[in-house]
């Protein structure tokens, strides 16, 4: 399942439509697709995924939207404690964005009516900050993007408030390990399907399931583009090959019970876990260089790979 599509030139750089190429030997098992994978772009990609791949500046301005957005979630950290209101909090970050000349991305986004979003407990994603207090024992997800002179830089992290149960704690704790098996997974040339791979095999091995109805995404001068980054193993979206240049997200939600989801329909915006068991998540902003991938939101204080909640 991995490479282009039919009809697009082949991962081989042969120029060739793949279903002339490669496609026949790679089904009959004859010939792997390439590992190690090929570091650079065949020339003939098609323009639509061509124009994904960012060059020096583009990559440049990524470094520069991801940091800003790294910056601001260590300056939310000392926040998210007990008792903490959640419209305060949003003001807190809508103020800190504009005060350091940059954009809240998702305020207005289709409507959104926050600078961010905040997932308590069996919230999936997207949970408005509309007052609720966050309470000793709650986990909770701060998803944060923003806009720096047109870059985007969009990262999550799922806080423990006050004293955790252990269950919980294990889910935060897996919900981030997927998120950094996810990125080890990702090599220029290998395909998105590698990264649900990594992250479902760690989820399922202690007992959380995945979610399937959101996913990450491709990520530049727009806030969600293609390539869509499935946090499963999904055939299809799988197949898309990892560029050196194309920026993206991996931001895997894990549910402490069944992966399937229920959106709110009062607010239209708030995802919860149908079962109202609770789910973590973490997300950050790629770039995937010649060299592997490259983490643009890296907090200064928060958790590194190896971490333990
Ligand atoms: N930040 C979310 C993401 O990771 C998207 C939020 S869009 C909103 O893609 F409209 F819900 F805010
Ligand atoms: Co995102
Ligand atoms: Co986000």
């Known amino acids: ?52 791949l960012l060059g020096p500046e583009g990559r440049e301005g990524m470094r520069v939207a991801g940091r800003f957005n790294a910056r601001l979630m260590d300056f939310m950290r000392p926040h998210m404690v007990a008792g903490a209101n959640t419209a305060h909090l949003d003001r807190l970050v809508h103020d800190y964005t504009r005060d350091h000349g940059a954009i809240p991305a998702t305020l207005g986004y289709h409507g959104f009516p926050a600078s961010c979003c905040i997932s308590r407990n069996e919230v999936v994603c997207h ?43 294990a889910l935060v704790q897996v919900a981030f390990d997927a998120l950094h098996a996810g990125i080890a997974a990702a090599r220029p040339g290998g395909a998105v399907i ?28 727009v806030f969600h583009q293609e390539p869509g980054v499935p946090h499963f193993p999904d055939p299809e979206l799988g197949s898309f090959v990892l560029w050196p240049g194309v920026c993206f997200t991996i931001e895997p939600m894990l549910n402490a019970g069944g992966y399937k989801t229920r959106l709110d329909k ?16 973490f997300e950050h902003t790629i770039l995937m260089t010649e060299r592997g991938p490259e983490l643009l939101t890296q907090t200064e204080h928060g958790p590194v790979p190896g971490h333990r909640f």
């Open 1 to 52: 399942m991995d490479g282009p599509g039919r009809n697009d030139p082949c991962w081989c750089g042969s120029g060739k439509k793949y279903k002339k190429c490669h496609l026949v030997a790679e089904a009959a098992g004859a010939v792997a697709p390439p590992s190690p994978p090929r570091s650079a772009a065949p020339a003939s990609l098609p323009a639509s995924i061509a124009a994904l």
């Open 127 to 169: 949970g408005i900050p509309t007052g609720e207090v966050l309470l000793d024992g709650d986990i909770v997800n701060l998803d944060l993007t923003s806009i720096v002179d047109g870059w985007h830089g969009d990262q999550s992290e799922t806080f423990l408030i006050g004293d955790v149960d252990a269950g919980s704690r």
């Open 194 to 221: 590698e990264i649900g791979r990594a992250i479902s095999k760690l989820a399922h091995a202690h007992g959380f399931s995945v979610v399937r109805d959101y996913q990450g995404h491709g990520i530049g001068r």
């Open 266 to 281: 009062h607010d239209g915006w708030t995802v919860r876990t149908e079962d109202g068991k609770r789910s973590a998540q």
